[in-house]
């Protein structure tokens, strides 16, 4: 990617030659090497290297065009700017986009992070041994069909003609596992892992195996469930996979399209058990993809969505604050539309629940370890969802895996039946959680 100062001055020596006033651009490029394997032998191997930027135009009426290339030498800047300006007369008149306010503010921390990448040998290497390792666990093991170990570069950047300009480097590097068991006169169960960290030498790959193993193991043992209403706790991603299907209770661009469970109104109500906070917070510690600033350059920050239970915000690009009266969060896209979405859940307990609950003493929980068909189960604005789940049936510590489930509810229901949020959070994904147990839900068994 070349030099983002020297993108800036293309940018700008481009648009003064164009007569163009008013333009902000947005870029990224991602560098990235994976590697998948399949028994014992290398499956595939991918580079890629993506960049792309997107300019966005405003002429002397105010209306505003937006185009995107792949392009950042100064020719392809050029016609971009070009082509934005053009389209800038066919811009739309109302909400119009504008710079966001927070553009030019210093950013909390800057990300400079890159790690030296490994040849794909190693990674190779890496995966092999963790995909044998993984099938000597146990002798039901036949395979591990889904795997991957790949390591990214990735650089952003935001500059606009009123002298923003920000930029952010740093390396990721991940792996995930999913085995498959083979057994006689037995249905095949499968299971998954995965871990992310900043550094390849520091991924904790064991552990992934070890987590693959463990959760695997413990599903080769199943039983039918009977269908009725269970004490239910779900796994930190599990929550979390629910709270991001239902995330336009927070999305203040959801909220003014009327395609949202809250309204501008909601602030301030109560809306779950006061024993659960929400976050959105990019700059997490334990974010390893964090982001300082979003697509319109806002600094990205810690967002206190629900507090003690309390509905304390929502999620804002530059566009939805000026309208509904609020600071930008930090959590806008730039595009044709500015979209607004969530960076990195924290959630944790807020208070402490009457009961102390635990999996080693509770009688008949479900755990839910994992929720499928998201995209077909969930009702995201009637708040109703209806999942098949993997997990377990709990009695006193032991665990006894569900052959095939279903739990189903009413979202926010649901968060006004948590009963208790465990203290220790894990990394997932979409963020950080804990588990989060949840009192009378449907569960329909085969």
Known sequence: MPNITEIASYAKENAEKLGIKKFDIYGSTVDETSVQVDQGEPKQVKASNRSGVTVRVWNEDNTIGITSTTDVDPQGL????????????????????????????????????????????????????????????????????????????????????????????????????????EEEGKKPRSAGAYRVNRRLENLDIDGCIQETAEKTISHLNYEKIKTGKYQVVFSPEAFLSLLGAFSNLFNAQSILDKQSLSTADDLGKQIATSLISVYDDSLHPANIGAETFDGEGTPTRQVKLIENGVLTSFLHSAGTAKRLNAQPTGNASIGAKVSVSPNFYHVFAAGSSEQELSLETAENVILVDELHALHAGVKSLQGSFSLPFDGWLINKGEKTSIESATVAGDFLELLKSIIHVEKEVELTPGGVAPRIWVDGLSITGE
Do not use: C, M, W
């Not at 041994?129 to 993984?134: D, F, H, R, Y």
């Not at 935001?158 to 085995?179: C, E, F, H, T």
């Open 78 to 181: 050029e016609l971009a700017l070009k082509t934005a300006y053009e389209a800038s007369f066919f811009g739309v008149k109302e909400h119009v986009p504008d710079f966001s306010p927070e553009a030019t503010v210093p950013l909390a921390k800057t990300l400079d992070e890159k790690a030296p990448q490994a040849p794909v040998s190693e990674l190779i290497e890496k995966l092999l041994v963790a995909e044998k390792g993984l099938l000597a666990t146990h002798a039901a093991i036949i395979g591990v069909p889904y795997n991957g170990l790949a390591q990214r570069d990735i650089d952003r950047f935001y500059l606009n003609s009123d002298g923003a300009l920000r930029k952010d480097s740093l390396s990721v590097s991940s792996v995930y596992l999913y085995s498959k068991t």
